[in-house]
């Protein structure tokens, strides 16, 4: 039986047998009108995109009431307020803009998603994104047994939208922990014990993510192993993979930042990826406006269609795929109900976010990037992975840290003007 296909999974699949890949921002508009005005500007860019509507921080924490203090004192906030317009106003904002050839998804942040996933229910909204553990551990101290629980009842709740003939889809966020210094095979495991979680609780449209990080060998090689596990772990479930344009440190530099961008938009066709997210030249500084955003998905979808394809052969190998197989099997082996296992391996310490302070973490793994420029492990804690690093975790130096979390913006920044950045810095912060 051919497994079923959300809107945004449809759209994404047919994009992919073409030869294009799908480009989309992460815009978010509080102003009806603006937001519709970005819709249609998203829609107009000669490329295969999906829409956007991100919300704001105080739906996203839950904090309604300040949200409404805010829209009636006339302040901008910093997305669209889907709890705070009506539902008419919604619908006549996708009205005439959405439909099988422009598909749209709400992005969130929320750990505690109920309410949002209600309105997307009621909106007949099919696409949103998220995760008991990528949208918990780093955005705020909600612990993560609220967490798991509440993604539980979203996801039942995402699959009412089946009696409205509405295939729903979601897209895990555990590829993008933290957004950097995160070395990547944990990425990969966190991105598909997500999308299990997802399709435990009755999803069967997913997608997987992965941000880019430091090295775009090893962030080939991520890949690879993350539509391994997809594979491997999904039979009978539609899936693809979205990759994200970097999201630490932005470079400052508009020649810095187009050639990171362009870096995440051949990362993506090189790795065999359906589906990219894209920053703008103004994210060091601001949120970008609708024009920024749509020459952001325009150099995005030409830097796409000028780069081959890689056929399997040409990833390297260099032990990512067992290190990520080996998380996801340790948690798995845990307790049958993956919320269960996640919070299980959480205890344990077998899932441990390197940087991250939230207090379900256990705080005692650290990542650093070595003399190659790839993002590998200072201390593994009790990562239960095959090759364990039993370093300190404190022995990641101040200047070191401050020195990882510059490494791409720095790098971008200095590369001559629309070349890709090329150069490597040492663990001092130096070139060469």
């Known amino acids: 039986m051919t497994p079923p296909r959300s809107a945004l999974g449809r759209f994404v699949a047919d994009a992919h047998a073409r030869g294009r890949l799908v480009v989309q921002p992460r815009m978010g508009f ?3 009108a603006r937001m519709r005005a970005g ?40 997305g669209y307020p889907i709890l705070l317009h009506p539902p008419a106003l919604t619908r006549a904002v996708l009205a005439g803009v959405v439909d099988p050839h422009f598909p749209i998804q709400v992005r969130h ?17 099919g696409a949103s994104e998220g995760g008991p553990v990528s949208y918990c551990l780093p955005y705020g101290r909600s612990p993560l047994t609220v967490s798991v629980s509440s993604w539980k009842r979203a996801c039942e ?12 889809h979601l897209e895990t966020f555990g590829g993008c922990l933290l957004g950097q210094l995160c070395p990547p095979g944990l990425l990969v495991a966190v991105s598909v014990l997500e999308a299990l979680f997802f399709v435990q609780h009755g999803l069967r449209c997913v997608s997987l993510s992965y941000a880019q990080q430091v090295h775009p060998e090893q962030d080939l090689e991520a890949l690879a192993a993350l539509r391994a ?19 630490g440190l932005y470079p400052r530099s508009r020649g810095g930042a187009d050639a990171l961008l ?34 952001a998905l325009r150099h995005a979808a ?74 590998v492990w200072a ?42 950045p090329a150069s490597i810095p040492t663990p001092d912060g130096t070139y060469r």
Not at 157 to 168: F, H
Not at 272 to 286: N, S
């Open 39 to 78: 819709l249609l500007a998203t829609r107009r860019v000669p490329a295969a995109t999906v829409g956007t509507i991100t919300l704001d921080s105080y739906t996203r924490l839950g904090e309604q009431a300040a949200g409404r203090r805010a829209l009636d004192d006339g302040v901008a906030l910093n």
């Open 379 to 420: 201390d593994t804690g009790s990562l239960p992975v095959p090759e364990p690093v039993r370093g300190a975790a404190a022995g990641v130096s101040a200047a070191e840290l401050l020195a990882a979390l510059r490494h791409v913006r720095d790098r971008s920044d200095a590369a001559p003007s629309g070349a890709a």
């Open 229 to 247: 596990l997809a594979a491997r772990f999904l039979p009978g479930v539609t899936w693809h993979v979205v990759v994200y344009a970097y999201m």
């Open 262 to 295: 362009a870096a995440a938009a051949r990362l993506a066709v090189r790795g065999g990826c359906e589906r990219l997210i894209v920053k703008t030249a103004a994210e060091a500084d601001r949120i970008p406006t609708i024009e920024e955003n749509a020459d």
């Open 302 to 375: 030409a830097s796409a269609a000028a780069t081959p394809r890689l056929g399997p052969a040409d990833v390297p190998d260099t032990g990512l795929l067992a290190e990520a197989t080996a998380l996801v099997e340790a948690v798995l082996s845990l307790h049958d109900d993956v919320g269960a296992a996640l919070l299980a391996a959480f205890g344990k310490g077998y899932l441990d976010v390197p940087y991250c302070l939230h207090p379900d973490n256990a705080g005692r793994t650290a990542g650093r990037i070595d003399g190659d420029g790839r993002l």
């Open 157 to 168: 709740l995402l699959g009412r939208l089946r009696g409205k003939g509405v295939e729903p």
């Open 30 to 32: 509080s102003d009806p």
């Open 109 to 125: 942040g929320s750990p505690a998603p109920e309410r949002i996933f209600d309105a997307l229910v009621r909106l007949g909204i």
